[in-house]
């Protein structure tokens, strides 16, 4: 009864080390709330069970692999994509997890061990490395669900976990040929460090290539949307120049204007007055493109991409008032602004009667900014978060990320939803 709880306990530690890997570190589409953990933990003991009247040889095989590929079946939208994502789930589980727990066990060796203690050390060199995994996939997943994002690998990431399992074998095998080998002591520790050295580098270049490649694509977004903040300066001193010139010609031609509304007059002919006024009216304004949102960056995001819009056949409407926007610094209100419109101008430029209609609703101490477009079809939303539909998934998907850190900054939130017609955004900032 004791090794069956024992193998219960141990195999539902792997389960979960396994099920988050694909889910957080492999980006999968599974729901994993209460219910269907509760639902997964009773197929993996009863995996277990099943597995304890089989061969040894299938143990792990029932017990792991196929109550795991179910689990994806049951709880993925995506199972085709997910199904293969268990390999390279389990390459990472088995080079972080397995190689070392069997290394430890080659160098130390049992017969180094005093029998009472035998039992003690191998369930300690057993569990300690799941127990290690486990902790630092559930801080990923806290971490991912406070700054909303997901981590994707990509083909070449998940070439390169293939290939360190290899690499963790050869170096294993390595270790166990010369833990047979008659060498003298320096020469044996010499090899050791030199093996489990190298099984270290390994490790750590492929975590370090991980954590560096997303660092620096967040970073480049960070850095886009700055670039992004001085374009629409630029933008905006060329619509200037452009009024500006326009007020000149206005003024060069208000003596001609004058003088053909003054012969109208002598004339009486006033209906053609009001519309010859009428005409000058429309014509200083047709290309005045800034919406009066009380805040200066604002306006300039705005009339930039309602310029983009107007190009492209996309309708644009705005109601509100930002001018409490005052307190937040330049580029964040860019970053808010910028990233918010250019997700929901991609999401209209494929489409015949596109929209985006946004609606600020400023109260006593927060100013809420709604702003939604139209959509075709349901985007899936999970975790207040959305999959990118681009093929380079890993260099995506920052904007909702950006957004609501910066909304955080102020004491607020962002917020998504899609009802299949509409996606919806809505900021909330401390003002």
Not at 268 to 278: A, F, L, Q, S
Request: aromatic share 10%; charged share 20%.
């Amino acid at each position: 009864m004791i090794d069956i709880s024992i193998k219960i306990a141990f195999n539902l530690l792997n389960y979960w080390i396994l099920m988050l890997t694909m889910q957080y570190v492999c980006a999968a589409h599974m729901e994993l709330g209460r219910r269907n953990a509760a639902i997964g933990s009773a197929l993996s003991v009863l995996g277990t069970v099943i597995a304890v009247i089989c061969p040894v040889s299938l143990e792990f095989i029932v017990s792991m692999a196929v109550v795991i590929l179910l689990s994806v079946c049951l709880f993925s939208r995506s199972r085709p994509s997910d199904l293969l994502r268990f390999f390279p789930a389990f390459c990472i589980y088995f080079f972080l997890v397995a190689v070392p727990t069997a290394l430890v066990e080659e160098i130390v060796g049992p017969s180094n061990i005093q029998p009472a203690a035998r039992d003690g050390f191998r369930m300690l060199i057993s569990y300690a490395p799941d127990v290690t995994l486990l902790v630092l996939l559930l801080i990923l997943r806290h971490v991912q669900v406070k700054y909303r994002t997901r981590v994707y690998f990509s083909a070449r990431e998940i070439l390169g976990s293939i290939a360190l399992l290899f690499f963790s074998f050869i170096d294993g095998a390595f270790i166990l040929i010369l833990n047979r080998t008659q060498y003298a002591q320096k020469m044996y520790w010499l090899f050791i460090f030199i093996f489990v050295g190298g099984y270290l580098l390994g490790v750590g270049y492929f975590v370090y290539c991980l954590i560096e490649s997303r660092v620096r694509i967040y970073r480049q977004t960070v850095a886009s949307c700055e670039t992004e903040y001085l374009r629409v300066q630029l933008d905006s001193l060329q619509e200037a120049k452009e009024n500006e010139d326009e007020v000149r010609k206005l003024r060069h031609d208000l003596k001609n204007h004058l003088a053909v509304l003054t012969s109208l007059c002598e004339a009486g002919d006033y209906e053609e007055v009001k519309r010859y006024t009428e005409q000058l009216g429309h014509e200083a304004l047709r290309n005045d493109s800034v919406i009066p949102t009380g805040n200066q960056i604002a306006d300039m995001v705005i009339a930039s991409k309602r310029k983009f819009c107007r190009s492209h056949g996309i309708g644009f409407e705005f109601s509100g008032a930002l001018n409490k926007l005052n307190a937040l610094t330049a580029p964040d209100i860019c970053g808010l602004l910028a990233n918010a419109y250019d997700n929901a101008i991609e999401a209209c430029l494929g489409q015949t009667q596109g929209y985006i209609r946004t609606r600020v609703n400023p109260t006593r101490n927060y100013t809420v900014i709604e702003i939604v477009n139209s959509v075709e079809g349901k985007v899936p939303v999970r975790g207040n978060s959305v999959t990118t539909t681009k093929k380079d998934k890993k260099a995506h998907g920052y904007g909702i990320q950006i957004m609501t850190q910066i909304a955080r900054r102020y004491n607020g939130n962002c917020e998504i939803c899609c009802d299949g017609k509409e996606f919806q955004l809505k900021l909330v900032l401390l003002t």
